[in-house]
């Protein structure tokens, strides 16, 4: 099954690895579109996962802020989604056949 992470009609992701946790869909580093994707100093900690670090997506010249999340060194518990990327539910997730 195919999974895709699209915003105002661009993928920003798209696998059929997709690790999912807590209700969220969690993309690998090499299923991700970088070129919209902008690393912010934006951090939150999660008391099981660790320190999550947040991108902005910038498409046609609209910057959709902190959509998306990764754990570059999550806690051992959470290993499974080192470096993944996550996205907020202003991004649209779809899976496919």
């Not at 090499?30 to 919209?36: L, R």
């Not at 994707?37 to 670090?53: H, I, M, P, Q, Y």
């Not at 498409?59 to 907020?88: C, K, L, M, N, Q």
């Amino acid at each position: 099954m195919t999974t895709r992470a699209i915003l105002d009609g661009v993928v920003l992701a798209e696998t059929d690895r997709v690790v999912s946790l807590e209700g969220n869909s969690y993309f690998p580093p090499d299923s991700i579109n970088w070129e919209h994707l902008v690393e912010t100093d934006v951090t939150s900690r999660c008391f099981w996962k660790g320190k999550a670090s947040y991108f902005d997506t910038v498409i046609d010249g609209h910057t959709h802020e902190s959509v998306g999340w990764t754990y570059h060194t999550p806690s051992r518990a959470a290993s499974d989604i080192a470096e993944h990327v996550a996205f907020w539910n202003e991004v649209r997730i779809e899976s496919s056949q």
